[in-house]
């Protein structure tokens, strides 16, 4: 037998182990759900509302931009450090509008904490675009940041604002936070029009503002966003991913003809490396925060019901080369498993990529159903129910059906990760320790074995190795930081799933 053969047989007896386990172990999605939503106010930054259930953090980064007189106080740390990178941080904000978009009906009273999640983002973006001409991209200095190991409550490192502008362009963070306004104003709608329409209003300006002053913003920011959140996809994805958004949110045949007359450029800009990795596989099949290609195609073909034939391609046919990459019995696949079946693609925080493929299935399994299709990779035919299996063990196996039978969701089952790469939660909270703890003062509490004093409960960190093997080690931070983009994907499956809890 061939290696390539055996490979193969080891691959799907993996897939088809971790199909077992997940039916064996029974998970409470509905818990999962509340705790993928409480990870937010983890990493709430500015004024904490008198409502914020995770109690051990505090006021903080109370006076970003008033240096320059602009208000930016508020928003989210993207991770375990304290900087707000915009550029990840409207990415979530859009995957947790879709989700609730999507899933929202699902979601029970989760619904709300899910709804106050986004809007923590959008009013913060609404500050950060609020000068025409100017977005800012981000706030604090990365490098000072991450020379020192302090809670957010005590940060001393510069909180220097950096901002694209006419002049010094930056299509991709600037199109992203359009595609996150407009999502949240289809989420807000049903509850409150007036934010609804305010959030749209400005989805509209912010789009134009991108489109009308194209550039990256690794030209004009090159030195303060890489190589943290470098843009290595070019910008055209958020460009047709605002526009998508924005005709899903107003049917302004505009933004429409804006996707179909400019997809075929995206086509023919092949992504050549993800977050600086090479990697084998087309453009049509990634999706994150960086590149978009993959959520364009499954969000188009969830508006194209009723259109005609021609307008399909070439959204369809992409979303269906999307899965057939992804699936571990297609032919094409272009993504790696463990033994354990947990998908991998390159680049650090691997969970990100299991949370956001699943979502993209799952909402792609629903157009399916509406459309009564199967996909055909090569002579594998993939159903609507096998891209909800696929979701469901890539979701289980996050919750603790795999080898480690651990939970990678802080706070959630028995056994999950207790030293996570995360400042606040590393460091004891202003209860514990009110005195300040410096720059340098951390280090000790990093370089520490002792579990973190403070759980950050709901957050999913980057996951095992492709071994399906977990330290659970501090400085480990590939494996052991949890993102906001991990977790805002997420937040969308655990509610299809609370609702559908049975394979």
Excluded at 145 to 170: I, L
Excluded at 300 to 313: E, N
Excluded at 337 to 363: D, E
Excluded at 364 to 388: E, K
Aim: aromatic share 12%.
């Amino acid at each position: 037998m061939s290696v390539s053969k055996r490979w193969l047989l080891g691959l799907l007896g993996g897939i088809v182990m971790a199909t077992v386990v997940a039916v064996v172990d029974s998970h409470d999605y509905g818990d999962a759900l509340t705790k993928s939503i409480l990870f937010f106010e983890g990493q709430r930054s500015g004024k904490l509302p008198p409502n914020q259930r995770m109690t051990w953090r505090k006021d903080s980064a109370l006076r970003d931009g008033y240096q320059i007189g602009v208000d930016l106080v508020g928003g989210y740390y993207d991770a375990g450090d304290n900087v707000k990178f915009n550029f990840p941080m409207a990415f979530s904000t859009t995957m947790l509008a879709w989700s609730v978009v999507e899933f929202g009906k699902f979601m029970g009273p989760d619904q709300k904490h899910a709804l106050e999640a986004i809007q923590w983002a959008t009013d913060y973006f609404l500050k950060a675009t609020s000068i025409p001409g100017v977005v800012f991209a981000q706030v604090g200095d990365p490098y000072g940041d991450h020379n020192c190991w302090e809670r957010p409550e005590d940060m001393d490192t510069p909180r220097t604002p950096y901002a694209v502008s006419k002049q010094f362009p930056g299509s991709e963070v600037s199109g992203e936070i359009a595609a996150a306004l407009a999502a949240a104003s289809i989420a807000f709608r049903p509850s409150n029009r007036a934010y609804s329409a305010k959030l749209l209003k400005r989805a509209r300006m912010i789009f134009e503002f991108a489109d009308t002053y194209r550039g990256s913003y690794n030209e004009s920011l090159g030195q303060w966003v890489c190589p943290f959140y470098c843009d290595y996809s070019g910008y055209e994805d958020e460009l047709i991913w605002g526009a998508a958004w924005l005709y899903k949110a107003t049917k302004d045949p505009n933004y429409w003809n804006y996707v179909v007359n400019n997809i075929k450029d995206l086509e023919n800009a092949v992504v050549k490396n993800i977050d600086g990795v090479s990697y084998s596989g087309g453009s049509f099949a990634e999706f994150g925060w960086d590149a978009k290609h993959a959520g364009i195609n499954v969000l188009v073909s969830r508006l194209l019901k009723s259109a005609k034939a021609s307008s399909l391609d070439p959204f369809i046919p992409n979303a269906d080369k999307f899965v057939c990459s992804v699936l571990p019995e297609s032919p094409t696949v272009s993504v790696s498993y463990s033994p354990g079946g947990f998908l991998f693609k390159p680049g650090g925080s691997n969970s990100q990529h299991a949370t956001a493929l699943s979502f993209l299935l799952l909402a792609y399994s629903r157009y399916l159903n509406q459309a009564n299709r199967v996909i055909h990779c090569g002579n594998v035919v993939a159903t609507s129910a096998r891209l909800v299996q696929f979701a469901r063990i890539q979701v289980d196996y996050i919750l603790g059906s795999n080898p480690m039978k651990m939970s990678y969701m802080v706070g959630y089952g028995q056994k999950f990760p207790l030293r996570i790469h995360h400042r606040g939660s590393s460091l004891p909270s202003v209860n514990q320790h009110p005195g300040r703890i410096d720059c340098q003062g951390g280090t000790p509490y990093y370089n520490s074995n002792n579990p973190d004093p403070n759980l950050l409960v709901g957050a999913v960190v980057g996951g095992p190795d492709v071994k399906d093997s977990y330290a659970d080690s501090r400085p480990d931070f590939v494996h052991s930081e949890p993102t906001t983009y991990i977790n805002a994907p997420l937040v969308g499956v655990l509610a299809y799933f609370r609702s559908h809890p049975s394979p």
